[in-house]
């Protein structure tokens, strides 16, 4: 069974960082990409980010694009988002996800809970 | 960017009825080396996360019920639930993979009329 296990998220200020991670188990995790997307508090959902299986190539919404990096550790079967300088607009939940195969042009076919991420001062 | 737009916002249905979803892409998203559009649907049940119904426009992801179907090609693409269930109220949600960023449509609203 596929499970994806959100962490990291809370409150933070403004411009501070925070780490986001996602403990996958049920698959083999290098051989597929993995996805960040978001949803802002009674919004619709916002793709974040998406990197390959080999963690090699990666996309970005303009949203976050140099401010957040996505990354992963395939020897700990372990996706990441690094996000820095927050903003009020980052506050959301932010769900792991698995696509379906190894390209980053893929849909989703599993998501986390999510965890929420609270930007404000 | 690709744009995604998605009508109606909100449809009430009654059970048993047929709910059907437009989305629409602002460029095509057909990829013309392998035929296949790169359009999902997603369905949102309240404090759940999205869970896939159908991806290339047509496929139906397994396990889920087959009153649930796809179809379009370029831009213009359409969800249908054959016959509306009272577990099928959710938000819908239409995705290009096509070109990043991979954007969402704006999510339509199914409830029970």
């Known amino acids: 069974e596929v499970q994806l296990l959100e962490s990291g998220g809370g409150l933070v200020q403004p411009g501070e960082s925070l780490r986001l991670s996602c403990a996958a188990s049920?698959?083999?995790?290098?051989?597929?990409?993995m996805s960040w997307v978001r949803q802002a508090p009674g919004k619709g959902l916002e793709w974040v980010s998406v990197i390959d299986g080999s963690g090699g190539s990666t996309f970005y919404a303009d949203s976050v694009r140099g401010r957040c990096t996505i990354s992963r550790d395939n020897s700990k079967n372990t996706l990441y988002l690094q996000m820095n300088t927050l903003r009020a607009e980052d506050t959301a939940v932010y769900y792991c996800a698995k696509n379906s195969d190894n390209s980053r042009y893929s849909a989703v076919d599993y998501w986390g809970q999510g965890t929420l991420v609270t930007v404000s001062s | 960017d690709i744009v995604m737009t998605q009508s109606p916002d909100s449809l009430g249905v009654s059970l048993g009825e047929r709910a059907t979803i437009n989305c629409k892409s602002s460029?095509?998203?057909?990829?013309?080396?392998?035929?296949?559009?790169?359009l999902a649907w997603y369905q949102q049940k309240p404090g759940q996360p999205p869970k896939l119904l159908i991806y290339w426009a047509s496929t139906r992801e397994s396990g889920v019920p087959d009153r649930f179907s796809g179809s379009g090609s370029g831009t213009d693409f359409t969800l249908t639930i054959s016959s509306l269930q009272a577990e099928d109220v959710a938000v819908y949600y239409c995705q290009q993979y096509y070109s990043s960023p991979f954007t969402f449509g704006p999510g339509t609203k199914v409830d029970i009329k």
């Open positions: 460029q095509s998203v057909l990829y013309s080396s392998n035929n296949k559009n790169y």
């Open positions: 049920g698959f083999t995790f290098s051989r597929y990409a």
